[in-house]
């Protein structure tokens, strides 16, 4: 079982650092600059005051941590590039403003090999000898910890209810993720057999099917909220947290059936109470997917069912 917690990546972590960055240093301090327009300037935002620039830089995980450096490498690489050779474009952008760092902001490092290669792209932007950068720069990697103030101030702001709309999965759907995912549909099907109070095919396979569509649901409904950074990324973090736990299911002794109503109670009271701006409908169903995940990843299972005879 992994204790990673799963990140905001691409675009959803953009506009999450923004927000993280403009609540560290204010709406008129941190300067935001977009990108859909004549193409991408290589930065995130920068600083008015000190001259910090940023891009923000989130891999899709889970991966290892050389995966992990070798994306953050690329992506240093490719942008010091930019920083270097988009000199007209970011004179006009910076204007009188002197940049004193450059800063890829990722949502976790672990690697000593990332700071050693910022500290050679310093001494490569120091010798383009380019008009915006002060003789103080320095190329730097940070991570979300580094804004634990900003980030709890953002998860913890209240932002009114939230409830999506999405199109429930239909049976054709339910069927084809089924086949297409014959694996997983296996390892449910095994395990919804330790459930005594399912007592005949028909109403397992019934069964097999809602739980599916419990996930793709659930699915449909976190996609839909990954225009939320800050709603988003409580759900990740309170679903992992919980997961980390699930083992001890294993040695309660409890009946595979009340392991399962109670783990699946238990979760729509946490996303309930942790995650207020939900809606008590969306905070069900993304329950019932976590539920159904567990179940399809392994997480969560059930003793095996004694026969005294």
């Known amino acids: 079982m992994s204790a990673v917690i799963p990140r905001l990546a691409g675009d959803e972590w953009q506009r999450w650092a923004n927000k993280l960055l403009t609540c560290h240093y204010g709406p ?22 000190n001259g910090h620039v940023y891009q923000a830089y989130g891999c899709e ?10 994306a953050q490498r690329d992506k240093m690489s490719q942008d010091i590039k930019k920083f270097i050779d988009n000199q007209t474009v970011l004179k006009k952008i910076f204007g009188s403003v002197e940049i ?67 199109e429930g999965a ?48 659930g699915q449909s409904i976190h996609e839909a909220l990954r225009i939320y950074p ?9 679903k992992n947290h919980r997961e980390n736990f699930l083992a001890m299911t294993l040695i309660s002794g409890a009946p595979p059936q009340n ?6 109670n238990d979760l729509i009271e946490a996303f309930k109470s942790e995650i207020k701006l939900l809606s008590s409908f969306d905070a069900e169903s993304l329950a019932h997917e976590a539920v159904a995940d567990w179940l399809l990843r392994c997480p969560l299972d059930f003793p095996e069912i004694q026969n005294h005879d």
């Open 28 to 49: 008129t301090e941190y300067q935001t600059v977009p990108d859909n327009d004549k193409g991408d300037a290589g930065i995130e935002g920068f600083t008015v005051k």
């Open 61 to 70: 995980e889970p991966v290892s941590t050389k995966q992990r450096y070798e």
């Open 100 to 166: 004193e760092r450059w800063i890829l902001f990722v949502p976790y490092f672990d690697s000593k090999e990332i700071v050693s290669l910022a500290s050679k792209k310093t001494a490569e932007v120091l010798a383009a000898k380019l008009p915006y950068v002060s003789d103080d720069f320095r190329v730097m990697i940070c991570q979300e910890t580094d804004f634990a103030v900003e980030r709890d101030q953002l998860l913890n702001a209240n932002l009114g209810t939230i409830e999506v709309q999405v």
């Open 170 to 217: 239909t049976t054709d759907q339910v069927t084809l993720w089924a086949s297409s995912n014959h694996s997983l549909s296996s390892i449910l099907e095994a395990k919804l057999k330790k459930l005594p109070t399912i007592q005949n095919d028909k109403h397992r396979l019934e069964f097999h099917q809602k739980v599916l569509k419990w996930y793709l649901d």
């Open 230 to 238: 800050e709603v988003y990324e409580k759900i990740l973090r309170a």
């Open 259 to 264: 392991i399962l109503n109670t783990t699946l």
